[in-house]
């Protein structure tokens, strides 16, 4: 069965560009607007965005830029919010690596991936050398 | 539109008001539930405009699940979670759907009564996509109920973990239940918005309660406590029986220098001490 | 770009944080406060983030940073008013701050230093 969107929400998808420092500022501005017309409980709410900042910053200063694409979901009778932060920078060589806590790749992408893990519900990481990187994080009400 | 959503359109249209009335009789056979009954035309007439709409843009009956059918999984998944709001059970729920069938299959008989080969094949099809239709209402029927009970649950927890104010600073969390997960995150919430709402800066958690600590229970302990700490809080874990002092020691779980009491009333004592309380007790 | 502004209290400076920081302005700060704490000879550094809502792994070693930069120059760093929500994603996070001093509020903070400086003058 096809996940769909709910008849109710007036905008159930987009996206915003990662390119600037500043642009860590509006996405967590963004993820805030999101996750509280979805009244998400402020914990949940504080977690979302915390995990969107410290991904869509890795977009920005190791992703060499990129985007951040939204969208409402809902499997049944729970709603969700997915975010899917995308690069074309130099990708992630070694994932198990990068998901330690703690790694530094010398260019410091630190805790911020793995820690984001812990603060979503589904997370999955798609990453190719040369090409780019992927993070798809969903946070379920 | 396809030749046979007409068919099922005219079905539909041929007699409306003959067609509702036959349907809901026949859902009221498996109906108890009075306020459920008065909703019951309305709900009916929602979900058979979402029928035609469906029909009319030419959806496949065979694939239930394609968007254009988005509009009558919408209004299901919205009557069965009203339905197991109000308290109706999902074989209630259920039959309401299947229930169209009666005046449906009247319908296709009736318009192709001199064709019986296609008569049947229209039946089959009609019966396919009802039946499609109840196990979609029975899923989301199912998820409203886990919701109902997540709910439930969550209240419960919230009436069974109060925090209370032991002295002028001094909280006290008692725990009592197995600690899992979702309850070590809402004592955990409800402490540290005390803490800050009180401007209390020690809190107390009592495990005498709480029948086994093993690993995980002690990870959710020790984040309460960091996070409590990183407030500018601190806190004491009192009520360690015997058996879950030994059971810290067999499993090797570090308590990172948490300061331990075997009873809330030693643990009181040395939030005392350490705000700078005295107590004495005047000689008779 | 804003600065944020350090008040003087004292042996004692104060920064309250009031706005959603750009990394920026983080940085900027950590390099504001290590010149006033050299300008001042300030003997402790209140920071109040009781208005903010998000501390990320940025910030956070922002704030170790600053920690070890104060105390490095003869000053105590403090960090009050952090909120329920952001302790408790903090310690999801992983990140402990360890090393940086906190309290509930700034009176708690500025009792914590006096604390501090009473049993520095034992020395």
């Not at chain 1, 969700?80 to 790749?105: M, Y």
């Not at chain 2, 349907?23 to 009954?37: C, G, K, R, T």
């Not at chain 3, 403090?78 to 009176?107: C, K, Y």
Request: charged residues 20%; hydrophobic residues 45%; aromatic residues 4%.
């Amino acid at each position: 069965m096809t996940t769909e969107p709910t008849s109710t929400d007036a905008c159930l998808d987009g996206s915003m560009p990662l390119s600037a420092e500043r642009d860590i500022v509006a996405c967590r501005q963004l993820v805030r607007k999101l996750t509280q017309e979805l009244k998400f409980s402020l914990v949940d709410q504080t977690k979302m965005i915390t995990a969107a900042s410290e991904l869509s910053r890795n977009t920005i200063v190791y992703g060499q830029g990129g985007v951040m694409r939204w969208q409402i979901v809902s499997e049944g009778a729970r709603t969700g919010l997915r975010l899917v932060f995308e690069d074309e920078g130099p990708g992630i060589p070694d994932i198990d690596l990068a998901l330690t806590d703690g790694w530094t790749s010398g260019t410091g992408m630190g805790i911020g991936l793995s820690g984001s893990r812990r603060l979503v519900n589904d997370f999955e990481l798609r990453t190719v050398v040369g090409q780019g990187t992927s993070v798809t994080i969903t946070r379920w009400r | 539109m396809k030749p046979e959503n007409a068919r099922f359109d005219n079905v539909l249209n041929a007699a409306p008001e003959q067609f509702l009335k036959s349907w809901l009789a026949e859902a009221a056979l498996s109906l108890d539930n009075v306020s459920i009954a008065k909703t019951a035309p309305h709900d009916a007439q929602e979900l058979l405009a979402s029928l035609q709409e469906a029909l009319r843009a030419d959806a496949d009956v065979t694939r239930f699940d394609d968007a254009k059918w988005s509009r009558t999984r919408t209004v299901l998944s919205e009557l069965s979670q009203s339905r197991a709001a109000q308290g109706a059970s999902a074989g209630e729920t259920n039959y309401f759907v299947l229930a169209i069938k009666k005046p449906f299959f009247a319908g296709l008989r009736q318009a192709l009564d001199a064709n019986p080969q296609a008569a049947f094949d229209a039946v089959l099809a009609a019966s396919a996509l009802i039946d499609r239709m109840a196990q979609w209402t029975a899923t989301t029927y199912q998820r409203s109920r886990e919701n109902v009970i997540q709910r439930q649950q969550q209240e419960l927890l919230e009436l069974s973990t109060p925090v209370v104010k032991l002295w002028e600073g001094v909280l006290a969390a008692p725990m009592i239940g197995t600690l899992d997960s979702s309850r070590t995150q809402l004592v955990m919430e409800t402490l540290l918005q005390r803490i800050v709402e009180t401007g209390s800066e020690l809190a107390i958690i009592d495990i005498t309660g709480v029948p086994t600590v093993d690993t995980l229970v002690a990870q959710h302990l020790l984040k309460t406590v960091t996070a409590i700490r990183l407030m500018g809080a601190d806190c004491i874990i009192s009520g360690i029986r015997p058996q879950i002092a030994q059971t810290i020691v067999q499993l090797g779980i570090d308590l990172q220098g948490i300061v331990t009491k075997a009873t809330l009333a030693d643990a009181l004592s040395l939030a005392l001490k350490k705000g700078g309380w005295a107590v004495s007790r005047p000689v008779r | 770009m804003d600065r944020i502004p350090i008040l003087k209290m004292g042996r004692y400076l104060l920064v309250t944080i009031q706005v959603d920081l750009l990394d920026q302005t983080a940085l900027a700060l950590q390099d504001d406060l290590s010149e006033r704490i050299a300008a001042t000879a300030a003997q402790g550094v209140l920071i109040d983030i009781s208005a903010l809502e998000i501390v990320d792994s940025f910030v956070g070693r922002i704030l170790a940073s600053i920690s070890g930069i104060s105390a490095i120059m003869g000053a105590t760093l403090v960090v009050v008013g952090m909120q329920p929500a952001v302790a408790i994603t903090l310690v999801e996070l992983g990140l402990s701050l360890d090393g940086v001093r906190t309290a509930l509020d700034v009176e708690r903070g500025m009792a914590l230093l006096n604390a501090d400086g009473a049993s520095r003058s034992d020395h």
